[in-house]
């Protein structure tokens, strides 16, 4: 089974760019870490991805990394871009549901944690035509805590308001409160959507149509991400 992925541009990775081993973890762990994490990266690159590869991977994955998940809210401080969904199911928390083919097509997703609880998913549409691309920002609070008998790591935010295609401030698509399971190895930021927290939450019982997996910016790397769209900068993440 193949997922074509859900964003339109370009997301070939070169993974010896990025940090896959998490700080701090050394040995047989740390080796296991960074040859399955530059597997996935590597999956997720690809045109036509194999779901069922990627699956076993993050479930790998995952499971090596849970001793460095009690650092989850320290580890996802910063900026990250979108490199593979699962279907639009799990994107749709993080879009403004503002883009609408044929029209016009979501080219790239960047989500932004800062220290504290402030967040930011910042959506470039790609405009048909003879327009520039535009951007929408979702701004919001977030936290990360564990739950379960498990103690699950989870992402709990919600969105106070939108930045819109002009940069006027708007309602958000959703002020509920959005919650996703997270995990951390490195330059990797795994995130599954939709998951009851009544439900078994270990990673076999979770559906890998619910995945989002991000890789992590370097520093004002997301800056030259945005100025190459031809859009305006962000302001500097607070780390």
Request: overall charge positive; some cysteine; aromatic content about 6%.
């Amino acid at each position: 089974m193949f997922v074509i992925t859900a964003i339109s541009g370009a997301l070939a990775l070169s993974t010896g760019s990025f940090r896959i081993r998490p700080a701090g973890v050394t040995g047989r762990t740390a080796s296991v870490m960074l040859s399955v994490g530059s597997d996935l990266l590597r999956e997720c690159s690809k045109e036509e991805r194999s779901l069922e590869r990627i699956g076993t991977l993050v479930s790998e994955l995952s499971t090596t990394a849970a001793v460095t998940n009690s650092k989850a809210k320290r580890a996802i401080i910063g900026d990250w871009r979108l490199v593979f969904a699962g279907d639009a199911a799990a994107l749709a928390p993080f879009t403004s549901g503002e883009v609408r083919p044929p029209l016009g097509v979501l080219e790239d997703l960047f989500c932004r944690f800062e220290k504290g609880s402030s967040m930011k998913v910042i959506e470039v549409e790609r405009r048909i035509g003879p327009f520039g691309n535009a951007k929408r920002s979702l701004v919001g609070k977030y936290s990360v805590a564990s739950s379960g008998t498990d103690k699950t790591e989870r992402l709990r935010f919600k969105y106070l308001w939108m930045d819109d295609a002009n940069g006027r401030e708007a309602e958000p698509p959703t002020k509920n409160a959005i919650e996703a399971v997270v995990s951390t190895s490195g330059s990797i930021l795994i995130l599954r959507v939709g998951v009851d927290e009544a439900r078994n939450t270990s990673i076999d019982a979770i559906p890998t149509d619910s995945l989002l997996v991000w890789t992590k910016l370097r520093a004002r790397e997301l800056d030259r991400e945005l100025d190459n769209l031809g859009l305006k900068k962000e302001d500097v993440v607070q780390s």
